[in-house]
């Protein structure tokens, strides 16, 4: 089936999502808000992309790229990110007698966010302290708690 279609259940009316030239499009995944659908279409002259279709205006925008083979999309349970697995993966392993290359265990999971003020969960964090806080936090490093003397009992 190169055909990914959807039926409205109420009015049983068929949607055409996309209709893939080349193979079978045999991975999607309905958003949470079921607002969108994302799917992997197989290309002809590049690698399978992963693609999202609005229901709101009936148009597919690609997430990736051709260069490398990308699939099996999935959203987050908030419908803030889209996982999807890619082989993009690059550690030869060299035979011992042929001399040739192999690239085993390329496929690994990868995220993108959905929302532009979406923050990405792996986004570098700032080590940087201001200069006003390390001052604090070295006085209370070097000043010791005063003790009380007790008076004597006379």
């Known amino acids: 089936m190169q055909r990914l279609q959807f039926v409205d259940v109420d009015t049983k009316k068929v949607t055409l999502v996309v209709q893939a030239t080349a193979w079978e499009i045999t991975s999607y995944n309905w958003s949470p808000d079921s607002k969108w659908i994302a799917f992997a279409k197989p290309e ?9 279709y609005s229901l709101e205006t009936g148009k597919a925008t690609a997430v990736t790229d051709g260069w490398f ?15 999807f697995v890619s082989n993009r993966s690059f550690s030869p392993t060299y035979s011992q007698t042929e001399w040739n290359h192999a690239y085993l265990d390329m496929a690994k999971i990868y995220l993108v966010t959905l929302a532009k003020d979406t ?5 570098p964090k700032s080590d940087e302290v201001s200069l006003k806080a390390e001052r604090k936090r070295q006085r209370r490093k070097t000043t010791k708690p005063r003790r009380r003397m007790k008076k004597p009992l006379s």
């Open 44 to 52: 002809e002259e590049v690698m399978t992309t992963v693609n999202l």
């Open 69 to 83: 083979s990308s699939y099996s999309p999935s959203f987050s349970s908030d419908g803030k990110f889209l996982y």
């Open 119 to 123: 923050k990405s969960p792996f986004a």
